[in-house]
C-alpha cells in the first residue's frame, strides 16, 4: 500500500515476524530510490449551485445518478452516512427498493452510498430505471424520499437494523487475511487509522437524531449533481 514519501507492504497469514522481515530483505533491499516522490494534493472549490447534465447515449432504458458533497473518509459524519446508505439501498427491505421497487414499480435497481477517500468525495445515489419510465419522474420520488429522511426521525426497529449491519460488515472485513490486510491497508496508505479503531464505538453510538441532521447537513440541492442518461432516438 503506498502513501506518498512513504511505502507499506502489509502482511498477513499464518507467518512470523522474522521470516517476513527476512523475506521483505530478500526482495527489497536492493532496490534504490531513484528520485523524490512528490505529494500532489489538489482541493476542489466549493459548489455554489445545482449542476445537471443529459447526456444522449444508445440505451433501452433511461438512467440517472445523483451526487452529493461530503467530507472525507476521517469525518466522523461519515458513519451516518454509511448509515443512510444502509437505511436506503441495502437489501430488499431498504426503503429505495420498498418504494422505488416494489410500491411504484419505476426502477429496477438503486445504489446509495458514500465515498471514504482521502479528499472531500461524493454520497453517489444511482438509478437504472424501468422501460418506459422516465428518469426525471424517479429523481422526483428520489428527492421526496430524502425529504422524508430529512424531516423524520427513523424508528428504533430500523435504527437497530442498520446498526447490525454496519456491525456485520465489518466482522465480514476480518474473515481472512487479504480481506483483513486490505482493510488495515486502505487506512494506512490514507494517513490515518484512528477511524478504524472508532468505527464500532461510533457505530454503537449511533442514533436517530445523528442521521437526520446528516441528511439535512449534505443531501443540499446547491450541493448536489444530476446526470441524466437518455436513449437516442
Not at 482541493?43 to 445545482?50: D, F, H, K, L, S
Not at 453517489?124 to 425529504?147: F, S, T, W
Not at 465489518?170 to 480481506?179: D, G, P, R, V
Request: with cysteine.
Amino acid at each position: 500500500f503506498y502513501q506518498p514519501k512513504n511505502a507499506f507492504l502489509m502482511i498477513t497469514g499464518d507467518i512470523d515476524e522474522n521470516t517476513a522481515f527476512e523475506l521483505g530483505k530478500k526482495h527489497f533491499k536492493d532496490i534504490k530510490n531513484r528520485c523524490e516522490i512528490p505529494s500532489v494534493h489538489c482541493i476542489e472549490p466549493e459548489q455554489n449551485g445545482e449542476k445537471s447534465l443529459i447526456i444522449h447515449k444508445q440505451s433501452d432504458v433511461e438512467m440517472i445518478a445523483i451526487a452529493y458533497k461530503i467530507p472525507p473518509f476521517n469525518h466522523p459524519d461519515q458513519t451516518a452516512l454509511s448509515a443512510i446508505g444502509e437505511y436506503l439501498s441495502s437489501g430488499k427491505s431498504s426503503l429505495f427498493e420498498r418504494v422505488l421497487i416494489d410500491k411504484l414499480n419505476l426502477v429496477n435497481q438503486i445504489y446509495a452510498y458514500p465515498m471514504d477517500s482521502i479528499d472531500e468525495n461524493l454520497f453517489i445515489i444511482i438509478a437504472i430505471c424501468n422501460q418506459g419510465v422516465k428518469a426525471k419522474k424517479v429523481k422526483k420520488e428520489i428527492l421526496q424520499l430524502l425529504k422524508k429522511l430529512k424531516k423524520n426521525d427513523i424508528d428504533s426497529d430500523e435504527l437497530t437494523k442498520i446498526k447490525n449491519c454496519l456491525k456485520s460488515n465489518f466482522i465480514y472485513s476480518l474473515s481472512s487475511a487479504s480481506k483483513l490486510a486490505s482493510l488495515y491497508g486502505s487506512y494506512i496508505a490514507r494517513g490515518d487509522i484512528e477511524p478504524l479503531w472508532q468505527l464500532s464505538s461510533r457505530t454503537n453510538s449511533l442514533t436517530a437524531q445523528d442521521i437526520k441532521e446528516c441528511a439535512n447537513r449534505y443531501f443540499n440541492k446547491d450541493k448536489s449533481t444530476t446526470i441524466i442518461l437518455k436513449g437516442t432516438k
